[in-house]
Structures are given as C-alpha cells and as structure tokens.
C-alpha cells in the first residue's frame, strides 16, 4: 500500500469532513484509512461512511465507561514538562514506565507533579531524555518537524508488503468457524471477508488491537496473546478488545509454537528487538511457517528496532505536538491518537488484499508500518492556519453496550457500517488454543 486511497475512490466530498479538529489534516487521515478497510474488504453492500462515527472511534477513550464511570486514561507521569532550555514528552501509563522514570530522575517511586516538574526544570532536555531513557523509561525531546526526514519517509511505501517466501502453496481460505463478530440484518447477505481466519493477536494499547479488532469484526478468530507478568490496564483491553479471545502465555512455550503453526495471521506490535530475542522476527518466522502473513507494527520504524514508543511520543519527537501547539511555544497534541487509530486500519486493510493474494499466489508474506511513517505522512498531508470549530456529535448514536464479566460498558461502534461488534472478553481469561 503506497498510499492513502484518493477521495475519488472512498466517495469523500467537503461535505464529509471528519471532525477532529486540528490544524493538520486528522480528519482526512482518518477518513483514509478507515475507507482503505471499506475498500479493501469489499463491503460493497455498505452504505456511506459516516464521518461522526469515525471521529467518535478515533476518540473512543472519551466514550469508553464501565459502570457509568470514565476511566482515567493518563497517568500524572505521562505529559509534557518543561526543562531550563525546552520541553520533554514522558510515557508512564504502564507502571513499570513510571517506575522507570522515577528511577531515572533520582525521585521515590509515586513522586507528584509538583516533583516532576520541579526535577524537569532544574535540568536541560538531553540531560532529562537520557538519563530517563538509560533507566528503562520513555522519553523524547519536543521537536520541530523536519520536512527532509519526512519526505524521506514518504518515498517508502506507507504500509510495506512483501513476499519472504515462496515455497507455501496457495491456501484457499478455509470453510468460516464460529466467528467472534456479527453482522446486522443489513449484512446478512454477505459473507465475513475473513471468515476461517486464524489470527494470533501479540500487541498492546491502541493500533494493534484496533487492527485485530477490525480483523475480527470481519470474521477472522482472534486469540490475543499477553505475557503473563504484564497486565493490562482493564479499560484499555475493554475499549480495544472486542470479538477476540484473550490468554496470558510465555511466548517461547511449546503451546505458542502449536498456535503459530495452525495459525494464518500474526500480530506483532512489540519492539523488533525484543521479538528477535524471543525467535519471533518476521524471518524466523518465516522460515519456520510458511504460508503466514506475518503484520508488523511498530513506533518509531524497522531502523531503529530497539526503541519502544508511543503514539504521543511521536506525535512530540515528530513536530505535530509544536504544530498543534495553541501558541507555538506550550506543545499541543492532535484530536484523538489518530496515529494510533490510522495504522491500526491501514494494517487491517492491508491483511484483507495480502489474504486474497496468498489465495492465488501462495507465498508467505510480510506487512510493515509504523506510527513514525504514518506521521510523515499526516506532514506532508495539506494543513490549515487553525484548527476548524469543534463540531458538537449525540454520542448515543455512535456507542455500543454490553455486559461483561458484571460489568456494564459502553464503547465506541464499529466504523464500518452494516457490522457490530462482539463484546470484548475478560483479559487472559481463554485458553491458549484455537
């Protein structure tokens, strides 16, 4: 996929302008990608997209409650600060970031914001940066955006396929199993595009599983794989995780290999590093299962395969946070975690076109992007001198309720029309099987 689709191919019109306001083009980004799925799934049965929708998806932690509560999405360690000589994003969601953190500035474990701030201050950008990175933690300077780099970026392809092998033969897909979503009686008449697909889910936070979400949504079975001594923040696997099982297993186990080798899909959205550590690169494997689509998400790009990141730490280290900044010197932020959502949707309409071609030509095939890439793209995208007027939306018309494990959610709806979702499923509640 070199590129988003044109307005010409997914209908778009100004009069269906997604509102995210921003002085980027976040609503045309998202717009683009969610249709990139539309298209790619051929949902031709499928009415218009609905922009509201869309804004409403790309900003579901605003709509996400459990038990009629809204969830705290940020931690006090997760923000920008503002050292002697300019500003620093931190990611401290996960508590062993914050510890980290913590440890890197020399301040107890819980410290407040007044301790951040007043440690930031005393210090320069650099000194912050690395002394936080060399502790295990996640931070970046603010930057202002670098039009070479981008365009660099934007000469590759936005979402990289490739073949790595081609000794598998074609596999026709497989007759559709139980699937995790359901159709409404508007897409009764069609088939899952992904009926019979079997997805191993390893990611984390919002653009792997918005993609393993949407693979769900149009019949794939997702099993999520989480380590075991990790867990995940309960709304943020609730908001994300709908129609898939969820498992805890040691990724090196003899019951992954089991997994791995009847499954057609796996979603990797854990640091390259790390994956080649545990024989999980796309090239090991590869080599070990042939026939697999092997997706692959990460922060910052294949380059640099040891960095961890975050949608706001690109958004920061990018240029877009001094873009959206209100006055160009307090960093500013975009609408939702739009590079987040965008890729999420771009690899998941990417599996639809890479599904239909191992059909025909066999193979065992690679799919690449990262939030950096989608950022370079959103840069080079046409902007305005200021964000549009935010655009009031009925939430109930764009949520789904559900009951789990006792509790009552609301969540965002699906963006394709004619589909909902499955409900979510406890967290590493299945079991580790197909």
């Not at 007759?175 to 995790?180: D, E, G, Q």
């Not at 200021?386 to 109930?396: Q, V």
């Amino acid at each position: 996929m070199d590129s988003l689709p044109t307005s010409a191919e997914t209908g778009a019109s100004p009069r269906r302008i997604v509102p995210l306001p921003s002085r980027l083009a976040t609503g045309d980004l998202a717009w683009a990608s969610v249709a990139s799925v539309w298209l790619g799934a051929g949902i031709s049965h499928a009415p218009q997209l609905d922009p509201d929708r869309i804004a409403m998806a790309y900003r579901s932690d605003g709509l996400f409650r459990i038990d009629g509560e809204q969830p705290s999405v940020w931690s006090p360690f997760s923000g920008f600060w503002q050292t002697k000589n300019g500003w620093v994003r931190t990611h401290g969601n996960y508590p062993h970031h914050a510890r980290a953190l913590c440890r890197g500035l020399d301040l107890p474990e819980g410290a407040s914001v007044a301790d951040l701030r007043a440690t930031f201050a005393t210090a320069s950008v650099q000194e912050s940066v690395e002394r936080i990175t060399r502790a295990g933690g996640l931070a970046v300077a603010v930057a202002r955006e670098n039009p070479q780099y981008d365009a660099a970026l934007r000469s590759r392809p936005l979402v990289e396929i490739r073949r790595i092998g081609n000794e598998a033969p074609t596999r026709p897909k497989a007759p559709s199993r139980p699937r995790a979503s359901r159709l409404t009686s508007e897409a009764a008449a069609q088939a899952a595009p992904l009926g019979g697909i079997r997805v191993l889910d390893l990611t984390r936070v919002i653009a792997g599983p918005v993609c393993t979400r949407t693979l769900a949504l149009l019949g794939a079975d997702v099993l999520r794989i989480d380590p075991p001594h990790i867990p995940e923040p309960e709304w943020q696997h609730l908001d994300t995780g709908h129609g898939k099982r969820t498992t805890l297993l040691d990724a090196r186990s003899e019951q992954m290999t089991a997994l791995l080798e009847q499954a057609d899909i796996v979603v990797l959205g854990y640091r390259p590093a790390a994956l080649a550590r545990l024989g999980l690169s796309p090239g090991q494997l590869g080599e070990r299962y042939p026939g697999l689509i092997i997706v692959q998400l990460s922060a910052w790009g294949l380059d640099q395969p040891d960095r961890a990141g975050f949608d706001s730490l690109v958004q920061a280290e990018s240029g877009i946070a001094l873009i959206e900044s209100a006055d160009g010197e307090v960093p500013g932020a975009l609408p939702a975690q739009a590079l987040d959502h965008s890729a999420g949707y771009l690899l998941a309409a990417a599996v639809c076109a890479v599904v239909d071609r191992r059909v025909r030509e066999g193979g065992t095939w690679h799919i690449a992007t990262s939030l950096r890439r989608v950022a370079a793209e959103l840069l080079g995208m046409p902007r305005r001198d200021a964000p549009e007027p935010e655009r009031e939306i009925d939430p109930s018309m764009h949520t789904q309720n559900f009951s789990v494990d006792g509790h009552a959610l609301i969540t965002a709806a699906p963006v394709l029309p004619g589909f909902s979702f499955a409900p979510p499923r406890p967290w590493g509640r299945d079991a580790p099987q197909w």
